[in-house]
């Protein structure tokens, strides 16, 4: 097995949410999955093929320094966000990527609409930004817990049953004019089953060098395990937008996963096709006559 260009499509093929389609998270998409390979021994050199087309691709964004890509990455907990992000982008330039995390909005967060922090980190033109979390936990985790709703302050006629389907479209309206203005979208939701989740908040318990990631709260959270897929499906079929869609990668899988996030980046990057900047001619004279000038200080040493 080794990633192919036709591979990339495949991937983004398979695990895109079609707009406007009806999504049953736990019907419709197995986190095992792994496209009927089983883990080849040269796993790390697959997702190598995918790393080192993503740095070229970043290498010609941030040279033609007119567009940038969002990458909206959501998950529940231990679903393995982090270390996608780590070894998914370990090929590229630092300079021409950011990663932005979000936890629990800030006093300074909560004095603004919801959107803010977001568009406060939107990646510059040229460059590629990574949300871990997004936007979108104003549509999962203020849906699953509406008290955090008391924090934000908001006028009365903002809240009701409507609140879900406002919001809905605020996001929608938000990524248009984001892509319209150069910012291209991808968002990736990495899932994992329940068991899978159990297992591995098993080994932050079991293993020292993991104790650190491991956080109380996320075994209460489990018990809204079936509230945040009912609220995820909802996310899917309201936000999944030609301007701005929405894959779901089986997560139960690490190797997989990482390939699959690898491969739907760098389609996105091939459509969008950036290029190196081409010089006119007065640019072009004017950097021979610069090369004349370094040949120059050659000669000169060699003359000493």
Same mark, same amino acid.
């Given at each position: 097995? %080794? ?34 390979? @089983?883990? !080849?021994?040269?796993a790390?050199?697959?997702?190598? $093929? ?20 969002? +990458? ?13 992000i ?11 990527c ?14 603004? @609409?919801?959107? #803010?922090?977001? +568009? ?7 460059n590629?930004?990574?949300? *871990? %979390? ?18 934000? %302050? ?9 609140? #879900? ?11 248009? &004019? ?32 993991? *104790? /650190?990631?491991?956080? !109380?709260? $996320? ?5 809204? #395990? @079936?509230?945040?897929?009912?609220a995820?499906?909802? +996310?899917?079929? &309201?936000?999944s937008?030609? #301007?701005? !869609? ?8 690490? /190797? ?17 096709? !950036? ?11 004017e ?6 000038v370094?040949?120059?200080?050659? $000669? ?5």
């Amino acid at each position: 097995m %080794r990633l192919q260009p036709s591979d990339f499509k495949k991937f983004a093929r398979r695990f895109l949410i079609e707009p406007g389609s009806q999504v049953k998270i736990a019907k419709d998409f197995d986190p095992g999955d792994t496209c009927g390979y @089983d883990k !080849p021994e040269n796993a790390k050199e697959i997702l190598q $093929d995918g790393v080192e087309l993503l740095a070229e691709y970043q290498e010609k964004l941030y040279a033609e320094n007119s567009r940038a890509l969002l +990458v909206v990455l959501q998950a529940l907990d231990a679903a393995g966000k982090d270390s996608t992000i780590e070894h998914v982008m370990s090929g590229v330039n630092p300079t021409g990527c950011q990663v932005t995390s979000f936890k629990a909005p800030s006093a300074q967060e909560l004095e603004h @609409d919801y959107l #803010w922090r977001c +568009v406060t980190a939107l990646p510059a033109r040229g460059n590629i930004g990574i949300f *871990n %979390r997004s936007h979108y936990e104003e549509v999962l985790v203020v849906r699953v817990h509406p008290q955090f709703l008391n924090a934000q %302050r908001l006028p009365p006629a903002s809240l009701g049953e409507g609140l #879900w389907a406002q919001r809905f479209r605020q996001i929608n309206d938000f990524e248009r &004019h984001l892509m319209e203005n150069g910012t291209e979208i991808v968002k990736i939701y990495l899932h994992i089953s329940k068991e899978e989740q159990r297992q591995r908040q098993l080994k932050r318990i079991d293993r020292p060098e993991k *104790n /650190w990631k491991f956080n !109380p709260d $996320d075994i209460e959270e489990r018990r809204y #395990w @079936d509230d945040y897929l009912a609220a995820y499906e909802e +996310v899917f079929e &309201h936000t999944s937008t030609r #301007w701005a !869609p929405w894959y779901v990668v089986p997560g139960d899988h690490k /190797w997989f996963a990482r390939i699959a996030v690898a491969a739907i980046i760098a389609q996105k990057l091939i459509e969008m096709d !950036p290029q190196f900047p081409t010089l006119d001619e007065a640019q072009r004279q004017e950097m021979l006559a610069c090369r004349a000038v370094l040949l120059a200080e050659a $000669d000169a040493d060699l003359s000493r």
